[in-house]
């Protein structure tokens, strides 16, 4: 059975930083080809999309976290990293860790959005104060 867990949230100043980590077991792909990545939900809010990496360390940002995160990942560790810099208020909510083989950053649909990811993690709450 697939796992992510992720780990790594907390309480930040406005301006601070935070790196989330998310522990990626048993999830595979016959074809080698995979997107993982992050959402992140605020309460009575739709999930957002934040950050994807795929099997050629291919990588999406939202607009909104672009210069101030990255994405990356150890293979060896079966580790996905969120690194995030210069944290906001805004930044505020609950980040899961998702994943899913069907696709990669590069092939997926425009329009695309949570539904498409089939296996999820917990999340880790990160709260941004001003």
């Known amino acids: 059975q697939v796992q992510l867990v992720e780990s790594g949230g907390g309480s930040v100043q406005a301006g601070g930083s935070l790196r989330l980590s998310c522990e990626i077991a048993?999830?595979?792909?016959?074809?080698?080809?995979?997107?993982i990545g992050w959402f992140r939900q605020v309460p009575g809010q739709e999930r957002e999309g934040v950050a994807l990496i795929d099997n050629d360390d291919n990588t999406w940002y939202s607009d909104s976290v672009k210069g101030r995160f990255t994405i990356s990942q150890d293979n060896a560790k079966n580790t996905l990293i969120l690194q995030m810099n210069s944290l906001k208020p805004e930044d505020t909510a609950m980040y899961y860790c998702?994943?899913?083989?069907?696709?990669?950053?590069?092939?997926?649909?425009?329009?695309?959005?949570?539904?498409?990811?089939?296996?999820w993690g917990r999340g880790t709450q990160v709260a941004v104060s001003s």
């Open positions: 048993r999830f595979t792909s016959t074809s080698n080809r995979y997107c």
């Open positions: 998702v994943a899913d083989s069907s696709f990669t950053v590069s092939t997926l649909h425009v329009g695309w959005n949570s539904e498409y990811f089939g296996y």
